[in-house]
């Protein structure tokens, strides 16, 4: 096994629990690593302080799987098993599967100390990621289905296992394409990749081979539910307005208790998803429309108008007025990277300002950031410099994070990184 002697400062980060070490301080090594294997972990000094995954290409240069050292491979492998048990288990006990919900994340990667690990569930299909060189590896894929399979369909339940690729991260970690074929099913020979599943008594579509990531935001679950009690709650339910709907997620949601509900997306195929989703519940209550825009254009446009000519107006597809009773900002992560993060804030002043202009006296405006590198405290920041520019007195009612079966790890800021607040504008 390679041994990796590593800065104080990475050092001091894996001692104050933290699983990663950067590349930039990786000091030397006795030999050669291979790609995704495993190697020892010493300080300056010699110190051991574990073992970790490997990686020859990304930054993250490697990952502490064990503070054990020298810990061999049958020994991770077993490891792996445990950790897949454990996260189901605290599933059992913070997202239990129901009729109303019958989707969750089931693994969180460092967040269940299972280190480029990803696997959500939809009803009977599962999605899994491996996602890093040292787990895309057969022995990994088999130890994670085995104990998938062994405590979800023990006696015959109906489960599909899908490995889904991320083209991107798969190119950066410098792994070959991989193939779309099921890992295991109990279902049929011709094994399911659609399925409908539930979140807060909704039912939504599911296709394996459409949509981002593994398929669903079902960190939202609950903000999704708490956005409706808001708009139930307030009083003022006519218009919503839903930006960067993806799959009508929100917009569903608040067609529960709305009159009128416009999802808004730049992408085709994620509006005709959201259709589909919309067939499958006929009895919401609002009158529910889709339309293809950039969050930015539309919300400049509807804003501009708002203040304009009848003649600008009439141009939009969406109407300028009266003013929306609710606007859910949910944009994909603005910042990739902390180099990014001041333009993302430029970017979030922008569209929650806009927003904040288009909503009626007492609405409500349900604004989300996905990025890690945007803080709680940045955001919120920023969306105080925006009411302050708007003019407009904002009320923060509840601040909210990733649904619990993607918990967050105290030691482990990464895996903290969806805000979502929800604030009356007067």
């Not at 064990?66 to 997202?95: C, K, M, N, P």
Request: hydrophobic share 40%.
């Amino acid at each position: 096994m390679s041994q990796l002697r590593i800065s104080r400062r990475a050092a001091d980060r894996l001692r104050a629990d933290h699983l990663w070490v950067y590349r930039s301080d990786i000091e030397s090594a006795d030999s050669e690593p291979g790609a995704g294997t495993l190697v020892s972990i010493v300080d300056s000094r010699n110190t051991p302080m574990g073992t970790a995954l490997y990686s020859s290409s990304s930054q993250i240069g490697a990952r502490l799987v064990s503070r054990s050292a020298q810990l061999t491979r049958e020994q991770y492998l077993a490891d792996v098993r445990e950790r897949v048990h454990q996260a189901l288990r605290l599933r059992r006990e913070i997202a239990p599967t129901t009729a109303e919900n019958n989707a969750q994340r089931l693994i969180f990667s460092e967040a269940d100390d299972l280190t480029g690990v990803v696997a959500d569930r939809y009803n009977d299909l599962i999605v899994l990621q491996l996602l890093i060189q040292g787990t895309a590896q057969d022995d990994v894929r088999a130890a994670v289905t085995n104990a998938l399979r062994n405590e979800l369909a023990a006696n015959g339940e109906p489960l599909t296992i899908w490995e889904r690729q991320d083209p991107r991260i798969r190119e950066l970690e410098e792994l070959a394409p991989a193939g779309s074929e099921p890992l295991f099913s109990t279902l049929s020979e011709a094994a399911p990749a659609k399925t409908v599943f539930t979140l807060n008594g909704l039912r939504f579509g599911y296709d394996v081979s459409a949509g981002q990531k593994t398929g669903a935001f079902l960190d939202q679950r609950l903000n999704y539910a708490a956005a409706a009690r808001r708009m139930a709650a307030s009083g003022r339910a006519g218009r919503a307005l839903d930006v960067c709907t993806y799959q009508g997620g929100f917009a569903l949601h608040l067609a529960q208790v709305c009159e009128r509900v416009t999802g808004v997306d730049q992408s085709m195929s994620a509006l005709e998803a959201a259709d589909r989703n919309l067939a499958l519940n006929p009895k919401l209550r609002a009158k529910v429309d889709w339309v293809e825009a950039d969050a930015f254009e539309m919300l400049r446009a509807l804003d501009d108008a708002s203040r304009s000519t009848s003649a600008a107006k009439q141009s939009l597809p969406i109407a300028a007025t009266p003013a929306f009773d609710a606007i859910v900002l949910d944009p994909p992560a603005f910042a990739k990277s902390k180099r990014a993060a001041e333009g993302a804030l430029r970017g979030y002043k922008e569209l929650n300002l806009r927003a904040m202009r288009l909503l009626a006296p007492g609405g409500t405006l349900i604004t989300c950031s996905c990025s890690h590198h945007v803080s709680l405290e940045d955001f919120t920041g920023i969306v105080t410099a925006a009411a302050a520019d708007s003019h407009r007195r904002v009320q923060l009612l509840g601040i909210r994070a990733a649904a619990p079966d993607h918990p967050e790890v105290l030691t482990l800021p990464e895996t903290r990184y969806l805000k979502c607040l929800i604030c009356r504008v007067s």
